[in-house]
């Protein structure tokens, strides 16, 4: 009997109401099946199309973004609470130039998730919300690091000209 009390005692009671039964189910007609079917064809053949483009768009944006990075580190860091829920127990992550999320787990497995297949479409986007303030930021440090150096070279070949005229004045 103790038993019986152990078992109700973690039970939950569930009334389940009836409910009431329809007088009749409505039917389509034939006419409005085939206007289902024709808006269902009309959607897959937009599917398909835009598909199609999404890929294109994909590898184009790759495509460039290899151009863009060439000069600049291989990798690009990631920040982990960028990835979806899935990859939460991420150490590190970054993405390479060419689509591909490298991805650390506390084990010290490398995790490759190509960013350029369909399947990944989500998981790019949330990359790439991720990555380009800091392309931004990269591109921006590089200007500032060629404009210090252009600005200390100016200076020092304005110098070195005027010491050179100088210089070629008191040979002659």
């Given at each position: ?21 329809q ?63 899935e ?11 060419s ?36 392309l ?16 200390f ?20």
């Amino acid at each position: 009997m103790s038993e019986q009390a152990n078992a109700s005692e973690g039970a939950v009671q569930v009334r389940i109401k009836e409910q009431p039964k329809q007088a009749k189910q409505t039917k389509l007609s034939l006419e409005e099946l085939l206007d289902n079917l024709k808006s269902i064809q009309d959607d897959i053949g937009q599917i398909v199309e835009l598909s199609s483009e999404e890929e294109t768009l994909v590898v184009e944006f790759f495509d460039s973004l290899l151009k863009l990075v060439k000069s600049l580190s291989t990798t690009i860091p990631v920040t982990i609470t960028a990835l979806p829920s899935e990859m939460s127990g991420a150490v590190q992550a970054s993405i390479d130039p060419s689509g591909k999320l490298l991805v650390l787990d506390p084990d010290g497995e490398m995790i490759l998730k190509d960013l350029t297949l369909e399947e990944n479409r989500d998981l790019l986007i949330n990359v790439l919300e991720d990555v380009l303030p800091k392309l931004r930021q990269i591109f921006s440090t590089r200007r500032q690091k060629i404009e210090g150096r252009m600005k200390f070279l100016s200076s020092v070949t304005k110098e070195i000209k005027q010491m050179s005229r100088a210089f070629s004045k008191a040979l002659t």
